[in-house]
C-alpha cells in the first residue's frame, strides 16, 4: 500500500478537497503543524486539521504528520528541539482525541 505525505499547514499548499480522487488504498499523511514556525500549533488546532482530513477521507486512511517532517534548510532553519518536541507531544494528543473520537 503506498502513502500521499502532504503540507497542508501554509495557504499555498492548495486546498484538500482537490485530492479527493486519490486512490482509495493510498494513506494519506496530511501536514498539521508547520515546523518553519516557533509557535507551537494548539491540540485543538490540529485536531480540526486532522478532523477535516478524515471527513474528506475517511479516518482509517489518514495520518497526521509535520509538515515536511522538520527537515532542515541552511537558508530557513526549522523549529528549535524543544519547538519541534512541543509539537510533537501536542500531535500526539491530537491523534490520540481524534482516535477516540472517530473509531
Request: glycine fraction near 8%; hydrophobic fraction near 45%; charged fraction near 25%.
Amino acid at each position: 500500500m503506498g502513502a500521499y505525505l502532504l503540507e497542508a499547514c501554509t495557504p499555498r499548499a492548495g486546498e484538500l478537497e482537490i485530492l479527493r480522487r486519490l486512490p482509495a488504498d493510498r494513506r494519506i499523511g496530511v501536514g498539521v503543524v508547520n515546523q518553519k514556525h516557533a509557535r507551537v500549533e494548539t491540540v485543538e488546532e490540529i485536531v480540526t486539521r486532522g478532523k477535516r482530513a478524515a471527513d474528506l477521507f475517511g479516518a482509517e486512511r489518514v495520518w497526521l504528520v509535520p509538515d515536511c517532517g522538520f527537515a532542515t534548510f541552511a537558508d530557513n532553519p526549522v523549529a528549535s528541539a524543544q519547538g519541534a518536541e512541543g509539537k510533537l507531544r501536542a500531535m500526539a494528543e491530537a491523534s490520540a482525541r481524534l482516535r477516540a473520537a472517530l473509531l
